[in-house]
């Protein structure tokens, strides 16, 4: 009964390093999404993967590379992080868009 | 351009008050409609949502909401408020068959003893 585990929970980097944030489901949904969010600006889509074999930007993809690697797992990428990536990020899942479920969050700071 | 908004950043009400959370949103057809609470460090938990049929939907711990197409909003509602409804309170749209799921920008609750 796990739905949706994202890891690290809590991350700090330095400007420039990179890093890879893991997400997978096991509720077997087609769709999964990646989100960031900021204080006073809600949640906003980052990429998201409506099948396995393919993604698309979402509303603020700049500096973030996914990989959509099966079914289950979706990760995120940060090739240079920067002190503007510093955020929440949420994975989520759904099938056929409706209601989805999120993760617990990875916390990322960068310095 | 498609856009939810909740005008209210931050409320407060004693614990037993009634509550009611709004959430207007501008798209070019009706859209899925949902609410979402979040806890302090806690990921986003689903309260409700609407896809159609009739407007006003029960969701989970004691939550309900209305649908008016005529006002293009989906506030949300609940009677008697306790203690362990303080959280923040997100309304999120999405049109079918589409997944750019597009969020508000959430609305803290605090309740007063």
């Known amino acids: 009964n796990a739905g949706v585990t994202q890891t690290p929970k809590f991350q700090v980097l330095k400007t420039g390093q990179s890093m890879t944030l893991q997400c997978a489901q096991d509720m077997n949904h087609n769709s999964m999404y990646w989100y960031r969010q900021d204080p006073g600006m809600g949640l906003r889509l980052i990429y998201y993967?409506?099948?396995?074999?393919?993604?698309d930007k979402g509303e603020v993809p700049n500096g973030y590379n996914v990989s959509r690697l099966n079914k289950r797992e979706f990760s995120l990428r940060l090739e240079s992080a920067a002190p503007s990536q510093t955020s929440v990020y949420f994975c989520a899942s759904s099938e056929a868009g409706y209601g989805y479920t999120f993760g617990s969050g990875t916390r990322l700071t960068v310095v | 351009a498609q856009s939810v908004t909740q005008p209210d950043i931050h409320i407060t009400v004693s614990e037993g008050a009634s509550l009611e959370l709004r959430c207007n949103y501008s798209y070019g057809a009706t859209p899925y409609l949902f609410w979402y609470v979040q806890s302090p460090g806690q990921g986003l938990q689903l309260l409700l949502k609407?896809?159609?049929?009739?407007?006003l939907v029960q969701g989970i711990k004691g939550f309900e909401a209305e649908f008016k197409r005529s006002q293009s909003s989906f506030n949300l509602r609940k009677p008697s408020v306790h203690w362990s409804d303080a959280a923040e309170y997100f309304c999120a749209v999405v049109l079918y068959n589409n997944n750019d799921m597009r969020f508000g920008a959430g609305t803290r609750l605090t309740v007063k003893p």
């Open positions: 609407y896809f159609s049929g009739d407007t």
């Open positions: 993967s409506a099948s396995e074999g393919t993604t």
